[in-house]
């Protein structure tokens, strides 16, 4: 369990709310397909996914999701997910959950990509063609309002408190003194001014699938928001540096955007290890990687 109030799930939780709201389904093949740190999925034939918020706040972004997605997809150039079925809250669940379409793929790493410069390309391309799609109405509110998409000053709150935290793990092998200087540096440039575009809000490799070596897909939405795109650009130092130097190539950052882009990639995940530390390693071990990369990248390694 990740967090309080946390949701309970499995196999026969699915079964039956399929047998209740889609019976044609309910016969079909569940399996576990992963779980992060929003959604626990399901795999439901060969064609369809369940996704099933670990908590309740989780469930707004299933919606969120629906309403959008389908109109922001024929203006991508990779695959995004599909809902297909909008679940409702039942005795064995008790909040809203989804299904989407199946989409093949596997996660971004070494084991399916080899050419990490025309992966760092396709990315660009990717985050160019959402960031450029019209807002179709939309506004930086509600739903849609997001603190990755605003300025670093707000933020320094819970920063602060997550280096601390950091701070205070013993057996933490980490610069926190030089990541924490990264991030004081970044709250004295100017703050974004450009105009505000669609965010994903999340591009962790964990959301990112690739297909015969190539970006195939962008999955989990459910950052979704409209604002300033500087920590769009924040989990790209979860990449290889060939996949940084082009993504930075292709999206035409400017020094000062690259760095408050670094500095989210430094937040993010600084508070990722305070509040996973004993609950979820994995998730750790990938904030740690990536504070590493941004250390040597920093000194030049």
């Not at 469930?59 to 409702?88: I, M, Q, S």
């Amino acid at each position: 369990m990740l967090h309080e109030n946390e949701i309970r799930v499995d196999e026969d939780v699915v079964r039956a709310l399929l047998k209740d709201q889609r019976p044609e389904w309910a016969d079909l093949p569940v399996a576990f397909a992963g779980a992060g740190t929003d959604n626990t999925m399901y795999r439901l034939g060969d064609e369809l996914l369940v996704r099933l918020p670990r908590t309740r706040e989780k469930a707004d972004a299933l919606r969120k999701e629906r309403a959008w997605l389908p109109r922001l997809a024929p203006r991508l150039p990779c695959r995004v997910p599909e809902p297909v079925h909008a679940g409702e809250p039942a005795a064995t669940f008790p909040v809203a959950w989804a299904v989407y379409r199946w989409i093949d793929g596997e996660v971004v790493g070494p084991a399916c990509v080899t050419d990490w410069a025309t992966f760092g390309r396709d990315l660009a391309a990717a985050v160019r063609s959402l960031h450029s799609t019209d807002l179709m109405g939309a506004t930086r509110a509600g739903e849609l309002s997001w603190y990755r998409g605003g300025a670093l000053e707000p933020c320094d709150g819970w920063v602060s408190r997550s280096f601390a935290d950091c701070r205070g793990i013993g057996d933490l092998d980490l610069d926190v003194a030089t990541l924490e200087r990264m991030w004081r540096d970044a709250l004295g440039l100017p703050e974004p001014t450009g105009r505000q575009v669609w965010l994903h809000g999340d591009l962790r490799p964990a959301n990112l699938l690739a297909y015969q070596g190539r970006l195939h897909a962008i999955i989990d939405f459910g950052g979704l928001s409209v604002g300033h795109p500087d920590a769009e650009h924040a989990p790209v130092w979860d990449l290889p540096a060939a996949a940084r130097a082009a993504y930075w190539d292709g999206t035409r950052l400017d020094e000062v955007t690259w760095l408050r882009a670094r500095a989210w990639a430094v937040a993010v995940a600084v508070s990722g290890i305070s509040y996973y530390w004993d609950s979820y390693p994995a998730f750790v071990r990938e904030c740690l990687a990536r504070l590493t990369e941004i250390l040597d990248d920093a000194r030049g390694r």
